[in-house]
């Protein structure tokens, strides 16, 4: 029965939506990194993986191009902003590197979270 929300038989909620998917996240493991694409910077747009780890995460460390609203669903991450745009200040990808490294090392569950598609350009 469709209760004109398009949800049948009343309120879905999104564990429930991805019970039904049978999708069950990676978890991060601690002193581990993990390279993530921010797809085209709609936060609605981001892949159910990517939306898992970012939840998870306690750092992340994202580019320029990376939106705000994509950034704000790593609501409980510290954050690590490296720049990356043509012609801007940015950090060298040596000590960015060394910074997910280090973190790493710190025990933290990592997301470098680039815009777009992590492995054209990155």
């Known amino acids: 029965m469709n209760d ?3 949800n049948r038989g009343g309120n879905t909620t999104i564990e429930q939506a991805l019970a039904r998917l049978n999708f ?3 978890q991060l493991e601690p002193g581990h990194v993990w390279l993530a694409g921010a797809g085209p910077g709609d936060p609605g747009c ?3 993986e990517v939306l898992a780890a970012l939840g998870q995460c306690d750092a ?5 191009l990376v939106s705000r609203d ?4 790593a609501a409980s991450a510290e954050l690590f902003y ?4 043509g012609g801007q200040p940015s950090m060298k ?3 960015i590197t060394a910074l997910l490294v280090r973190l790493a090392r710190e025990g933290h569950r990592v997301v470098r979270l680039k ?8």
């Open 4 to 6: 004109g929300t398009g």
């Open 115 to 122: 815009g777009g598609d992590p492995y054209i350009f990155g």
């Open 70 to 73: 994509v950034v704000a669903v």
């Open 46 to 48: 981001l892949t159910l």
């Open 24 to 26: 069950k996240p990676r």
């Open 93 to 95: 990808q040596d000590d």
């Open 82 to 85: 490296v720049g990356k745009r």
């Open 60 to 64: 992340l460390v994202y580019d320029a």
